[in-house]
């Protein structure tokens, strides 16, 4: 399997969903998505590239709980939501 290429990371960017919560680094999908800079895809693509080649993957990614969330809606599938631990 391939590196991830910055195009593939900036469409991966663009598919994100809007409305989402931001996550435990603390930027949502709408300031990845919309960001004007090239620096913030550059920024995101060497993540990526560091957690793709060398398995390095940031403490926060790692350390989380899982805990069950019923929607209200549907069936009584209860959504496991990732809880990270905060330092």
């Known amino acids: 399997v391939h590196t991830p290429t910055i195009y593939e990371v900036r469409d991966f960017m663009d598919k ?3 409305g989402r919560c931001k ?12 960001a004007d800079s090239a620096n913030v895809t550059e920024y995101v693509y060497a993540i990526i590239n560091r ?4 398995y390095d993957i940031p403490m926060l ?3 989380s709980s899982l805990v069950p969330i ?6 009584k599938f209860i959504f496991p939501l990732p ?5």
């Open 16 to 18: 994100l969903k809007n």
């Open 23 to 34: 996550g435990v680094e603390g930027f949502s999908a709408e300031e990845l998505k919309y």
């Open 51 to 54: 957690v793709w080649e060398n």
């Open 61 to 63: 990614w790692i350390e």
């Open 70 to 75: 019923y929607k209200q809606k549907g069936s």
């Open 83 to 87: 809880v990270f631990k905060v330092y």
